[in-house]
């Protein structure tokens, strides 16, 4: 049994305004597709129009790198496949910026709970 869920955030390469409705919609339903191929289930996903949002929940052989690694890279070639004109507006050959923030998500307490619980646990607090 495991629970290990991630909320991650990634812009769009150079922080272009490119994600449309439609773009968008489309960015959901293959992040459906890839987080299914893998069996990790996606929780919600929403974005603005230059970064992306998902909270994903995985199993632990998966490093969270290699969850970003995964939904970035293949999403990214699906939208230049879909959307061809989108590579008029970046450079590079990137839809996505190289990097990306990542937080824990707790499904029973949260961090200040867990915090102190360890810190009860300490032997040398309590002398």
Do not use: F, H, L, R
């Given at each position: 049994m495991y629970f290990i869920q991630y909320h991650i955030v990634w812009p769009v390469k150079y922080r272009k305004t490119i994600i449309t409705r439609e773009i968008g919609s489309?960015?959901?339903?293959?992040?459906q597709e890839i987080a299914g191929g893998y069996?990790?289930?996606i929780e919600t996903q929403g974005m603005e129009t230059d970064h992306y949002h998902?909270?994903?929940c995985v199993q632990p052989r998966f490093a969270p790198s290699t969850v970003v690694e995964k939904l970035k890279s293949y999403s990214a070639r699906a939208v230049f496949k879909r959307f061809p004109m989108v590579k008029n507006r970046l450079?590079?050959?990137e839809f996505w910026a190289n990097g990306y923030c990542i937080t824990t998500v707790g499904k029973m307490l949260n961090a200040g709970q867990v915090k102190h619980y360890i810190e009860d646990q300490d032997i040398t607090l309590k002398l």
């Open positions: 489309y960015i959901k339903q293959i992040m069996q990790w289930e998902i909270q994903i450079w590079g050959g």
